[in-house]
């Protein structure tokens, strides 16, 4: 039964990633924690793998939905691999940040963070343009800062980089592509660092790499990496608003639930 939920989990995720390139972890966490509380795993680590098995999906959405976006001629690379040299440090750090963090307490910030993205994307908040593109400098530097949140939120950084990069005066199709392919090494990163953090964990349950749950990752990989491509095509064909709107409140739920 808990692997048909990370079949599904996975499906809606892949589409969450090629649709608007947040990496599908903003649901994929959210959904662990209540998966992993009901097979009755420990209340201190739960919440750790939930954000670490997130990160190790995310490393299979990613590469459908970076090819898709790739073949369609949208991902800025030379964005990516400035970016990139900050990602690998800030998920590093932000792994560390996320283990020195009580189980219980780190539900909570995740919950602020759902509903922070709730009211970004149910009233389409952003940045207007600058009129310049960053530099390298500032690439690399913000990328430590989005490498660092993702992996303490088991997400792509979709979230984040997307709306920085619109700010930058990049179109919305290509940010959300470049986006997508930040969210590889953010995910490899992330997941490295939080098998390696939570190796020697006590309570961990069987078949999990340090903070990474093998079942579900592998049920979530299997069917995220064919949406992934979906949800990237339909990215370039259709208005997104309605969506967002309905994705921002299943976030408001989510976040409302962690808190209370």
């Not at 539900?107 to 922070?116: D, E, N, R, T």
Request: charged share 5%.
């Amino acid at each position: 039964m808990e692997f048909l939920l990370y079949l599904l989990l996975g499906g809606f995720a892949g589409v969450l990633a090629g649709l608007f390139g947040v990496g599908g972890g903003l649901i994929i966490v959210p959904v662990l924690v209540f998966s992993f509380s009901a097979q009755g795993f420990s209340q201190d680590i739960l919440t750790h793998l939930a954000v670490g098995t997130s990160l190790a999906t995310i490393v299979f959405t990613s590469v459908n939905s970076i090819l898709t976006h790739h073949r369609l001629g949208a991902v800025r690379w030379p964005m990516v691999l400035w970016m990139t040299f900050g990602i690998l440090l800030g998920a590093a750090l932000g792994s560390l940040t996320a283990a020195a963090i009580q189980g219980p307490m780190l539900q909570k910030i995740i919950g602020v963070f759902a509903l922070a993205m709730a009211v970004q994307m149910g009233f389409d908040l952003r940045p207007k343009a600058t009129g310049r593109v960053p530099g390298r400098p500032e690439l690399s530097l913000v990328g430590v800062v989005i490498g660092w949140a993702s992996a303490i939120f088991g997400i792509g950084g979709g979230s984040l980089s997307v709306p920085y990069l619109t700010w930058r005066s990049v179109p919305m199709q290509q940010a959300v592509a470049t986006s997508a392919a930040c969210g590889l090494p953010i995910a490899i990163a992330g997941a490295l660092s939080f098998m390696a953090v939570g190796w020697h964990e006590a309570h961990l349950p069987q078949w999990s790499l340090g903070f990474v749950y093998l079942p579900a990752l592998l049920g979530i990989a299997a069917t995220s990496m064919f949406f992934a491509r979906l949800g990237a095509r339909l990215a370039h064909r259709l208005s997104a608003k309605v969506l967002k709107r309905l994705f921002a409140l299943l976030l408001l739920s989510v976040g409302i639930n962690f808190l209370v």
